[in-house]
């Protein structure tokens, strides 16, 4: 089974340049007596790469056999990710990418397997986390819109409204990296 440039839509796992990628974004146009065109964005889920393409005319494209499996985050040494399957207790060290930072030690997260190897992990778009550090909000202080700077438990920094204090659980947006709301 292939996919036509009219099934290409964000989210889908496609198979380009022999590796795994997820369509981010796509366009679809067609001119008077062309053939139809879908410009697209996509990220390669081993390398973390984004890029922008092309693809014209009645061209299909391959999807990616990728699978997803329930993991458990151990710890990171040596440039690893290590985790654990709770079923059978198996060990897997994937790559750090972006998303290392919400990570915290026995999350469970899903590891992205294709062709039988962990190239990845996902995280859910939302997750709860425990405030460490947080410097007091002063009031009449606008010059950041109502905002202050925070430590969460993984050790990550984001901007947090000023009434946020350090004990709190908040809900953070791990695509975006902002704050969503208190827990």
Same mark, same amino acid.
Do not use: C
């Given at each position: ?5 009219? /099934?290409? %839509?964000?989210?889908?796992?496609? &198979?380009?340049r022999? /590796?795994? @990628? $997820?369509?981010? &974004?796509? +366009? ?13 964005? !996509? ?5 973390? /790469?984004? !890029? ?5 005319g009645?061209?299909? #494209? ?7 499996? %329930?993991? $458990? @985050? ?14 059978? @207790? ?7 990418? /972006?998303? *290392? *930072?919400?990570? *915290? ?14 190239i990845?992990?996902?995280?859910p778009?939302? #997750?709860?986390?425990?405030v %460490? ?8 202080? +606008? ?6 700077k !925070?430590?969460? &438990?993984?050790?990550?920094? #984001? ?11 908040? !809900? ?6 902002e704050?969503?709301? +208190?827990?």
């Amino acid at each position: 089974m292939s996919y036509s440039l009219a /099934e290409l %839509k964000p989210g889908l796992k496609i &198979e380009f340049r022999g /590796e795994p @990628f $997820q369509v981010i &974004e796509a +366009r679809h146009s067609k001119m008077a007596r062309s053939m139809g065109q879908a410009q697209v964005k !996509i990220k390669n889920l081993i390398s973390g /790469e984004i !890029i922008n393409h092309s693809f014209a005319g009645n061209q299909t #494209i391959e999807p990616a056999e990728v699978n997803f499996r %329930k993991f $458990q @985050f151990l710890y990171e040494s040596a440039g690893q990710l290590f985790f654990m399957d709770p079923q059978n @207790f198996e060990q897997i060290s994937v790559k750090p990418s /972006e998303k *290392k *930072k919400w990570l *915290k030690p026995s999350q469970e997260v899903d590891l992205i397997f294709w062709e039988e190897r962990a190239i990845g992990f996902s995280l859910p778009t939302k #997750i709860s986390l425990k405030v %460490k550090e947080a410097d007091p909000g002063l009031r009449g202080d +606008r010059q950041t819109a109502g905002l202050k700077k !925070i430590t969460l &438990e993984t050790g990550a920094y #984001i901007n947090a409204p000023l009434f946020i204090k350090p004990g709190d659980k908040i !809900i953070v947006n791990t695509d975006t990296g902002e704050y969503v709301k +208190r827990n």
